[in-house]
């Protein structure tokens, strides 16, 4: 490593806003300030520490406000950061004792917690004001054109689900001097003021560049389902040039097709309009593109730069000289090595072991996924658009907050046809996600409990050898249509209402057909006949027996005709009476 910089720099570190005391400030050994664009600002403040005195030290303790500012000369001046102590640790082996005190800055406190909770009809730059102001940031937010019906937050951290929500729409998080950010990507030709110019030979002491065609495809596309519409949403973006390099190599799409790549699929996420899928089509193509160059570079120590800045390299060849938008810098102080400034160039990629375990994709494990069936409760059936969805809670995930609607699952379903069996308020029921995503939740069936039972035992419909004896579907008011099944004893199917005071049977043991009523028996066919066949039948009235016909009335006996009358019979016509026989006897 080169020698540092002629002019030692001036570090000054402040504890609420005042210079540390200077006996404290003289035994500082090592300074580190580290940025990236996805987590909170780090610093790291490494104390000699003979006497144990530092670890009691009033301005080094946990929770106190603490500024790192450094000036390598009046021109070259800047703070490197503005934290919050989270952890004082001692350090004590045999090439002596250091007190190391940690921290971060303000937004640590979007990680302190895990919350299950939803947004309802907002958007995402809604829930970033709104959430910073909960942890009492400031915020400077640009705004996002979608409005949601419906985000979760699933038992993550706010900054977990603040930053899942900007990687769907390749947008930018960061915390600057308690403001909270949201807006799109840095470019390498934004900004204002003069850019920092790394030059190589001159302040840039160590440049590793790697231009790549691997992994390039030719488009990125992103597919759905809108159920509203009853159709696929697809939404395609190409690998264009990267907003975050502006440099002699050129773009990604020059790479492009080299090695027939095609297109890159997105299917883990239930798009359901073309907004979204747009959306994640544009992030992924910037995702993937911003990879085709990395740069690490370790330079003279400078203070202006930052994550998300820009910087200019210079004397590298016409191919990597030119400006880019940095992903992490690190800021490191000691007093051999002097000041120096080291950074890294991967665009969105996250090259943190972590990241390079989830495949490189930053927050790839930012919006947890559900997989199989949990429980939950109904809270709402009155879908506003008819479509036969409910909403549920979910105990296990929070007592208050309940789900977006979720489409019922039923045996058969068309346009006006097909089953319709609703769940009522207060039923448990099984959900699943669609690929395992809590805002696309689906009701797959209905559950009974130890409060809810079924209508029958198990002892009274299981028969023996488990064979099962009766099939039920039964409403709440136990209107029920019920098939049997007990071969020999009792079998067929009978329809009847709750109060069993009207009922059909269709009986196959006794080859009976049955209905019943405690009213009116109606049998009409406005425009056809009734035909009914029997070997004998038999009309049977405990009242009055009337038959009535508009036109002709014709009763016909191929055999014997008995007409019997023990009160009396009268036979009267308004026109002529004709009776006709072989032989008439009147007696």
Not at 498 to 505: L, T
Request: glycine share 10%.
């Amino acid at each position: 490593m080169p020698a540092q910089t002629t002019a030692s720099p001036a570090i000054t570190v402040k504890a609420g806003g005042t210079p540390l005391p200077a006996a404290v400030a003289a035994q500082l050994l090592e300074l580190l300030v580290d940025q990236r664009g996805d987590a909170p600002d780090l610093f790291r403040l490494t104390f000699h520490d003979p006497e144990l005195k530092l670890l009691e030290e009033p301005s080094l303790a946990a929770g106190k406000e603490i500024s790192v500012e450094i000036e390598v000369d009046p021109n070259l001046k800047g703070v490197l950061t503005v934290g919050e102590v989270t952890s004082v640790a001692l350090d004590d082996d045999a090439w002596g004792t250091q007190v190391v005190v940690q921290g971060m800055d303000r937004s640590h406190v979007l990680f302190r917690t895990r919350t299950a909770r939803t947004f309802l009809n907002a958007t995402f730059s809604d829930v970033v004001k709104k959430l910073a102001e909960e942890a009492g940031l400031g915020a400077q937010v640009q705004s996002s054109p979608t409005v949601h019906e419906y985000l979760s937050q699933s038992g993550q951290t706010d900054w977990e689900f603040l930053h899942g929500l900007a990687d769907q729409i390749g947008w930018d998080l960061w915390l600057e001097n308690r403001t909270l950010h949201f807006a799109e990507p840095a470019t390498a030709t934004s900004g204002s003021g003069p850019v920092p110019k790394l030059t190589r030979g001159v302040n840039l002491f160590h440049l590793t560049a790697v231009l790549t065609a691997g992994g390039q495809p030719q488009q990125v596309e992103s597919r759905g389902w809108n159920p509203q519409e009853k159709q696929a949403v697809v939404g395609r973006a190409t690998t264009s040039p990267t907003v975050g390099v502006d440099a002699g190599i050129g773009s990604p799409a020059s790479f492009r097709g080299l090695f027939d790549t095609g297109t890159m699929d997105l299917t883990r996420a239930p798009h359901r309009t073309q907004a979204e899928a747009d959306a994640a089509a544009s992030a992924a193509a910037e995702d993937v593109a911003s990879a085709f160059v990395e740069l690490q570079a370790a330079a003279f120590g400078d203070p202006r730069i930052k994550a998300r800045g820009v910087v200019e390299i210079a004397n590298a060849g016409d191919r990597i000289s030119g400006r880019y938008v940095v992903t992490q810098v690190r800021h490191v102080w000691e007093p051999e090595a002097g000041y120096r400034t080291e950074l890294n160039i991967t665009g969105r990629q996250d090259r943190s072991l972590l990241g390079l375990a989830g495949g490189g994709t930053a927050h790839a494990a930012a919006a947890p996924q559900i997989h199989g069936v949990v429980v939950g409760v109904v809270t709402n059936n009155k879908d506003p658009e008819n479509l036969g969805r409910v909403k549920v809670k979910f105990p296990w995930w929070s007592d208050s907050e309940e789900s977006d609607w979720a489409r019922v699952a039923q045996v058969l379903t068309g346009n006006g046809y097909g089953a319709l069996i609703m769940p009522e308020v207060n039923d448990e029921v099984l959900v699943a996600f669609e690929h395992g995503h809590m805002d696309r939740p689906y009701v797959v069936g209905s559950l009974y409990n130890g409060k809810d039972h079924p209508a029958k035992t198990s002892d009274e419909i299981i028969g023996s050898g488990g064979k099962v004896g009766s099939q039920r579907l039964e409403s709440r008011s136990h209107h029920r249509l019920v098939f049997f099944d007990q071969e020999g004893s009792k079998e067929g199917v009978t329809l009847r209402t709750g109060d069993d005071k009207y009922y059909i049977n269709l009986n196959k043991t006794d080859t009976t057909i049955v209905v019943s009523s405690d009213g009116d028996v109606r049998v009409e066919a406005k425009n056809g006949t009734v035909t009914v066949e029997a070997q004998e039948m038999q009309l049977k009235s405990t009242g009055k027996l009337e038959a009535t016909a508009q036109g002709s009335a014709t009763l016909k006996s191929a055999g014997k005709f008995t007409v019997e009358g023990t009160g009396g019979l009268e036979l009267k016509s308004s026109g002529v009476v004709e009776v006709k026989g072989s032989l008439i006897k009147l007696n």
